[in-house]
């Protein structure tokens, strides 16, 4: 797992996915470029353990629904680190209701972060992928309720349900240029997100669970790092990481 001379843009790289990733690339030699939106304090904290570590890292605020703003993350990290390689598409959003509560806000905020936030930086990092001639991975984080449904989030559902067709649709695009485009897709991981979900809801989950136990983000960074410096014959795939939650 050899990522020496890579540079690889996390989105949303202060939460648990994302920081777990964003130290097992820098762990494996990868400069790495922390997106966070608000929570600058936790980007920072990131960036330090990194250097700390003899890794290089560098943070940079975006909001992944705004194109514009995709764009600049994308020339600052280049800018910075001369070149990019790897873009994980991690930033996400829950807004859980059943449909028939379900507002407008609620529905758009998840598609406008989940789906377009993903559109945004693909679109964003294609150019330069292309230009710099040499390759390219790209790993967007969807979920297994983009495969299989779930009641209570059908904007969430949809939106991750969107990521894996345009995972695969980029997939076919770009593998002519050995850029690789995989999904991952997580069950149920211990992280702020599922921290808001109430001890019902967690207690049905783990029943269905073979391993008998809630996902870890490392367990998720595992596979991404996987995804990142294989050598390039995966890609259009979804990977799962749920503990058998989905089988
Ligand atoms: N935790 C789970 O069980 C689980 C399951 C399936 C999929 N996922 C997916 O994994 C990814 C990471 O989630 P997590 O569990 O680490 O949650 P998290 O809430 O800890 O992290 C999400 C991160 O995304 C950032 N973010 C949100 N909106 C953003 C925006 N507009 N621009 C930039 N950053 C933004 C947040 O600030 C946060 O740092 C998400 O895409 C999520 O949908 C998580």
């Not at 989105?11 to 997106?35: D, K």
């Not at 890292?57 to 390689?85: G, N, P, W």
């Not at 964003?124 to 390759?135: E, F, N």
């Amino acid at each position: 797992m050899d990522l020496n001379g890579k540079t690889a843009i996390i989105t949303g790289a202060s939460g648990g996915i994302g920081r777990a990733t964003a130290l097992s690339l820098a762990g494996a030699g990868a400069s790495v470029v922390l997106n966070y939106s608000s929570n600058r304090e936790a980007a920072e904290e990131i960036k330090e353990k990194i250097l700390n570590s003899g890794g290089s890292a560098e943070t940079f605020k975006a909001d992944v629904v705004d194109y514009s703003q995709c764009e600049i993350l994308v020339k600052s990290a280049i800018d910075h680190f001369k070149r990019i390689d790897i873009l994980i598409n991690n930033a996400g959003i829950t807004r859980d209701n059943l449909l028939a509560r379900m507002k407008a806000e609620e529905w758009h905020a998840v598609i406008d972060t989940n789906l377009n936030g993903v559109y945004n930086c693909c679109r964003a990092v294609i150019k330069p992928l292309l230009k710099q001639k040499s390759g390219g991975r790209i790993i967007n984080i969807a979920s297994v309720a983009g495969i299989y449904g779930n009641s209570g989030q059908a904007n969430y559902a949809a939106a991750k349900g969107g990521v894996i067709a345009f995972t695969r649709s980029l997939a076919k695009e770009l593998g002519s240029r050995d850029i690789t485009v995989n999904a991952v897709a997580p069950g149920f991981i211990e992280t702020e997100m599922t921290d808001q979900l109430s001890d019902q809801v967690k207690k049905q989950a783990l029943e269905h669970i073979a391993l008998g136990r809630f996902g870890k983000p490392e367990d998720v960074a595992e596979v991404i790092l996987f995804l990142a410096s294989s050598s390039g014959y995966v890609s259009g795939q979804v990977i799962a990481v749920d503990g058998s939650l989905s089988m």
